[in-house]
């Protein structure tokens, strides 16, 4: 009987040609795996939702990340939501320093050394709730910017319901449903968006330093300028060129790499912008956990021996701050492994 097809047994075989390919100087871009997210072509306990979660699963395993076709969010919400990152990106820079946090990397980063030149970010806290987008509203526009509160937090919550349905399916697809709603009860969603101006005559094009995020799930939007760029396990760059307005990135994190104790990848990405002709405006709505987060014990046996302890997902956040951290492969074997 032949084996089904799955993303595992018939991309993976093709990446160690791509990988030739590049180190003979040849730029390789494999395509993503892509899966169809639509609520109206499943329900969960179907057939068409358990063959979709265990795409999901194989992605997030093999990947650490997939294209989500995902239509909730109109066209008209997709355009409003990019409109209303140009309208904030516009604004003085007095204006945007007032987006701070005591969370490391939630709020403004930019015009300075420690991030690429042409990178801006912003960041709204509990994003989906209308008090998280008021309060960053009120900071940025005492006067009032209801629109654009209106386009964020109705953005968010769309955006969190796609993030609840991977989480979901990853949780039943490894037999730990149980577990879904107390995870889902601390989670909470910060909004980032981020813009990439066109580099300058001799500037660098690099967006984004090669990282992992510290989010238990990202969720990436971006308008029509390419940029992305993932790293494969065997360590080619897959670019992301195809973006829609109904095309999203769901990345795993670290904490979702500890959580699942290490059957999930958490890749290796980068922005980098060549011969772009506009400005590249990125969304990222990224998962973190308030309290500790438990490795299930059932996602521990013979062949996959415990090898995190309980961590707490602000600590890993902290943890990457410090000059430890900034040194270690990964984070989350730096922060909480056995």
């Not at 990202?218 to 993932?230: A, C, D, K, R, S």
């Not at 670290?254 to 002709?277: C, E, M, Q, T, Y």
């Not at 040194?327 to 730096?334: D, I, M, S, V």
Request: include cysteine; glycine fraction near 6%; hydrophobic fraction near 35%.
């Amino acid at each position: 009987m032949a084996e089904p097809l799955t993303f595992t047994n018939v991309i993976t075989p093709l990446l160690p040609i791509a990988k030739d390919l590049q180190a003979k100087g040849l730029e390789v871009f494999p395509k993503l795996p892509v899966v169809n997210l639509s609520k109206e072509n499943f329900k969960p306990g179907a057939s068409s939702w358990l063959g979709t979660s265990r795409k999901v699963r194989e992605a997030l395993e093999e990947f650490g990340c997939f294209v989500a076709l995902y239509d909730e969010v109109s066209l008209e919400l997709h355009n409003a939501i990019f409109s209303a990152a140009e309208e904030l990106f516009n604004l003085p820079i007095e204006i945007k320093e007032k987006n701070v946090s005591e969370k490391p990397y939630y709020g403004y980063l930019g015009n300075n050394p420690l991030v690429p030149a042409i990178y801006e970010g912003m960041g709204v806290d509990y994003a989906n709730t209308i008090e998280g987008t008021q309060n960053f509203t009120n900071l940025i526009w005492p006067e009032g910017n209801e629109n654009f509160c209106k386009t964020v937090v109705s953005y968010s919550r769309l955006v969190s319901e796609l993030e609840q349905m991977v989480k979901r399916m990853v949780f039943e697809s490894y037999g730990v449903d149980k577990y879904y709603d107390s995870v889902l009860e601390s989670s909470t969603y910060l909004l980032r968006i981020m813009k990439y101006r066109c580099p300058e005559t001799n500037e660098k094009n690099l967006g984004c330093d090669v990282h992992t995020d510290k989010s238990f799930i990202t969720v990436l939007h971006q308008n029509e300028v390419n940029g992305l760029e993932i790293r494969t396990k065997d360590g080619c760059w897959i670019g992301f060129d195809d973006p829609t307005p109904s095309s999203f990135i769901v990345l795993a994190g670290d904490a979702f790499l500890a959580w699942s104790n290490s059957r999930i990848h958490s890749p290796v990405h980068r922005v980098i912008l060549n011969g772009i002709k506009q400005a590249r405006y990125s969304l990222g709505l990224f998962t973190f956990n308030d309290g500790i987060i438990q490795i299930p014990e059932e996602l521990v046996d013979d062949e996959h021996p415990l090898k995190f302890k309980s961590f707490e997902h602000f600590g890993l956040l902290r943890y990457y701050l410090t000059e430890e951290g900034q040194k270690a492969e990964c984070t989350a074997k730096a922060y909480c492994s056995v």
